[in-house]
């Protein structure tokens, strides 16, 4: 069974940033695109950013890019997101996800990942 666990998140000033962890385990993690997603109160889930398989292919929402950076370690079945110039808005439960349909490239629609991680809270103070 794949399993997703994210860690990192907290309470940080605006301005101020975050590292983001997911590792994954029961699967095999080179096959998976990864994708980070969030979710304010009240609010649909939105995306944030992904990478392919091999780490050449990123993309970034538009509301993060600049600010955000997605990497992986394949050799740890790790996926980061570090997270700069952080602001209130960015308020949010953080999941990471694992697409296993995507070769070279990536997706930002959530229903086409086949695996979620419980969340980690991030919450930016004004």
């Known amino acids: 069974q794949v399993q997703l666990v994210e860690s990192g998140g907290g309470l940080v000033q605006a301005g101020g940033s975050l590292r983001l962890a997911c590792v994954v385990s029961g699967g095999t993690f080179s096959t998976y695109a990864m994708g980070w997603f969030r979710q304010a109160p009240g609010k649909e889930r939105e995306f944030v950013a992904a990478i392919s398989r091999s780490g050449v292919y990123i993309y970034y929402a538009n509301s993060v890019k600049g600010r955000f950076t997605i990497s992986r370690d394949n050799t740890k079945n790790t996926v980061q997101l570090q997270m700069g110039s952080l602001k209130p808005e960015d308020t949010a439960v953080y999941y990471c996800?694992?697409?296993?349909?995507?070769?070279?490239?990536?997706?930002?629609?959530?229903?086409?990942?086949?695996?979620w991680g419980q969340g980690t809270q991030v919450t930016v103070s004004s």
């Open positions: 996800a694992a697409d296993r349909r995507h070769f070279s490239s990536v997706s930002t629609r959530d229903s086409e990942y086949d695996y």
